[in-house]
């Protein structure tokens, strides 16, 4: 059981240049989330899906886009890479909002 | 003013000793009380859920609270340095009211052996 895998762990971009990160999930968890987490600004939320199909911004959905075609898996699109958008970026899955979240490992972007 | 508030720290404890972690929130709406775990270069994990007040123990962990106060916090007993890590409060809403969860900026604890 692997839980939430995120791909790719690492990736350095240029100023520009667009990418895409992938979260699946084997748990059959209707909720996904994407966070990022920066030092001194703790998690915040960029995007997240209640269902197949479905997607909603969170507090910082500026800049990336998301798409939940399948239900095990949540994309997190960069259309224009920004320095701004350094971080690690965290996809979690849940049963509900008020239940527990599993996180992945992160991703570690650079952007230069 | 931050919904959640944290102490970053850092804390440093000598191994053996309790550890107590504590947030403060403003919302009194809040029913749904969580601590997640961060070890260095990994994502978090879920550590100890509450619902509501009161207390909850699971092994050396105890988590505590306390509404009217709007107060909450994480007892480590007989630390170990595997116990080193961030600790991240997070609060909800009643189920339907939030899709989110309102995180604190997490506590970094050295237990030294």
């Known amino acids: 059981n692997a839980g939430v895998t995120q791909t790719p762990k690492f990736r350095v971009l240029k100023t520009g240049q667009s990418m895409t990160l992938l979260c699946a999930q084997d748990?059959?968890?209707?909720?996904m989330y994407w966070y990022r987490q920066d030092p001194g600004m703790g998690l915040r939320l960029i995007h997240y899906?209640?269902?197949?199909?479905?997607?909603a911004k969170g507090e910082v959905p500026d800049g990336y886009n998301v798409s939940r075609l399948k239900k095990q898996n949540f994309l997190l699109g960069l259309e224009s890479a920004a320095p701004s958008q350094t971080s690690v970026y965290f996809c979690?899955?849940?049963?509900?909002?008020?239940?527990?979240?599993?996180f992945g490992s992160g991703t570690r972007l650079t952007v230069v | 003013q931050k919904e959640v508030e944290q102490d970053p720290g850092p804390l440093s404890v000598p191994e053996g000793a309790i550890v107590s972690l504590n947030c403060t929130y403003s919302n009194s709406a809040f029913q749904y009380f969580m601590w997640y775990r961060q070890y260095s270069r990994k994502g978090p994990e879920l550590l100890m859920y509450t619902y509501s007040s009161g207390n909850k123990e699971d092994g050396r962990f105890t988590a505590q609270v306390d509404k009217s106060s709007k107060y909450i916090s994480l007892f480590i007993r007989d630390s170990q340095p595997s116990d080193s890590a961030t600790y991240l409060c997070?609060?909800?809403?009643?189920?339907?009211?939030?899709?989110?969860?309102?995180w604190g900026l997490g506590t970094s604890l050295a237990v030294n052996p």
């Open positions: 979690a899955s849940s049963q509900g909002v008020n239940y527990g979240y599993t």
């Open positions: 899906s209640v269902g197949e199909g479905t997607t």
């Open positions: 748990m059959n968890h209707e909720y």
């Open positions: 997070a609060m909800s809403l009643n189920a339907g009211n939030n899709r989110k969860l309102i």
